[in-house]
């Protein structure tokens, strides 16, 4: 054994790649996939960090409002998908590297799935074409935001399964995070969301009906679900004498309590959101619920591309055609849609503070 460790200790140190040499170039690299390849070629790096520090999202944060800000201040389509690029930052790397290397730079950065910063103040796609320009914040016209293949891929089915029902949606609508960028909130928490749900879907409900159950009551007979208890949660259960439109919000909580349900295996399909969950049902689940497991991470990223683009179709309805969409529930699909974007934590939100933008 003695010698067996001798021999680890005594190995050389990986070979690291050489230091650039001439004109160096500085990029900063914003790299979406969890794992990403050591750049082989020629290169200085200055420093490399990912969700771990955290200050990564507040540079990022901050780095979002220099997108925005770009030209004219206002919102456009190309920097709402550098943004949303950024929001699913995984790893932020700092490299130097040789003017003639960039060719090599370019070639990692797309297989790192990363969108580059440059000192001259540009956002460029991986191919160094310019994203977010500097000055009037526009991109060049071959520019592209990088996408895995898998985003691409479920983004074209879930169009496709929507335009069976007679539902068409742009196809510039973005892909979404994929399996490759995708840190899945655990079993425990989406476990205990669940409960935290039930718990004040049940006190709304109880309230809205003219039978309050009291908050003890409930909380004796669910005791792990008040750990779980998001601020505003809390703040619902505080009061004595809820109000009936609070609690007309609240007892949707059943459809997002349904999506966990369905996301822990508890529930056997998730069906298309055109009618409100059996509440009933909902209870029991959880109440009886035995060995959860959480669903794939491509099944769960399916249901949340689908719902994304519904969403949009059923806000389109309303801002431009005055009405509701038909064939689908408005409620149960922003429900779903919440959770779905808490189970994978889009922009890094707590219950509370969950968007749905589309």
Same mark, same amino acid.
């Given at each position: 054994m003695i010698e067996r460790l001798k021999s680890l200790f005594s190995r050389k140190a990986e070979s690291a790649p050489p230091e650039?040499?001439?004109?160096?170039?500085?990029?900063?690299? +914003?790299?979406?996939?969890? $794992?990403?390849?050591?750049?082989?070629?020629?290169? $200085?790096?200055?420093?490399?960090?990912?969700?771990?520090?955290?200050?990564?999202?507040?540079? %990022?944060?901050?780095?979002?409002?220099?997108? %925005?800000?770009?030209?004219?201040?206002?919102?456009?389509?190309?920097?709402?998908?550098?943004?949303?690029? =950024?929001?699913?930052?995984?790893?932020? =790397?700092?490299?130097?590297?040789?003017?003639?290397?960039?060719?090599?730079? +370019?070639?990692?950065?797309?297989?790192?799935?990363?969108?580059?910063?440059?000192t001259d103040g540009h956002v460029t796609d991986p191919q160094g074409r310019v994203l977010v320009n500097a000055a009037d914040g526009k991109a060049a016209a071959d520019a592209c935001v990088?996408?895995?293949?898998?985003?691409?891929?479920?983004?074209?089915?879930?169009?496709?399964?929507?335009?069976?029902?007679?539902?068409?949606?742009? %196809?510039?609508?973005?892909? %979404?995070?994929?399996?490759?960028?995708?840190?899945?909130?655990?079993?425990?928490?989406?476990?205990?969301?669940?409960r935290a749900l039930l718990l004040v879907a049940l006190r709304a409900e109880s309230v809205a009906s003219g039978e309050a159950m009291p908050v003890e009551t409930l909380l004796s007979k669910m005791p792990l679900a008040d750990d779980a208890l998001s601020p505003k949660e809390r703040a619902f259960l505080a009061q004595e004498a809820p109000s009936q439109q609070d609690c007309a919000q609240l007892i949707w909580r059943y459809e997002s309590l349904n999506l966990l349900e369905w996301a822990l295996g508890l529930?056997?399909?998730?069906?298309?959101?055109?009618?409100?969950?059996?509440?009933?049902?909902?209870?029991? $689940?959880? /109440?009886?619920?035995?060995?959860?497991?959480?669903?794939?991470?491509?099944? /769960?990223?399916?249901?949340?591309?689908?719902? +994304?683009?519904?969403h949009w179709h059923i806000r389109e309805s309303r801002l431009r055609k005055g009405g509701e969409a038909a064939g689908v529930d408005a409620d149960v699909v922003m429900e779903r849609h919440h959770a779905l974007n808490w189970l994978v934590r889009f922009q890094h939100a707590g219950w509370d503070e969950v968007d749905t933008p589309t």
């Open positions: 650039p040499s001439g004109e160096t170039l500085l990029f900063n690299a +914003y790299c979406t996939r969890l $794992t990403i390849a050591q750049p082989a070629f020629a290169h $200085t790096l200055h420093a490399r960090r990912d969700l771990s520090d955290p200050e990564l999202l507040e540079h %990022l944060n901050d780095f979002c409002g220099y997108v %925005l800000a770009r030209g004219d201040g206002a919102m456009s389509r190309d920097k709402y998908h550098v943004i949303l690029h =950024l929001q699913r930052v995984q790893q932020h =790397l700092s490299i130097g590297v040789a003017a003639s290397d960039t060719g090599a730079l +370019y070639e990692w950065a797309a297989r790192a799935n990363a969108i580059l910063f440059t990088p996408y895995p293949e898998k985003a691409l891929a479920r983004k074209a089915v879930s169009e496709a399964k929507l335009a069976a029902r007679g539902i068409d949606v742009p %196809l510039t609508l973005p892909p %979404l995070v994929c399996e490759d960028e995708l840190a899945l909130r655990s079993k425990d928490e989406a476990v205990e969301r669940a529930v056997g399909q998730l069906p298309y959101p055109d009618a409100p969950v059996d509440s009933a049902a909902a209870v029991a $689940t959880l /109440i009886e619920m035995r060995g959860p497991q959480l669903r794939s991470a491509g099944e /769960i990223l399916d249901a949340l591309d689908l719902h +994304y683009r519904l």
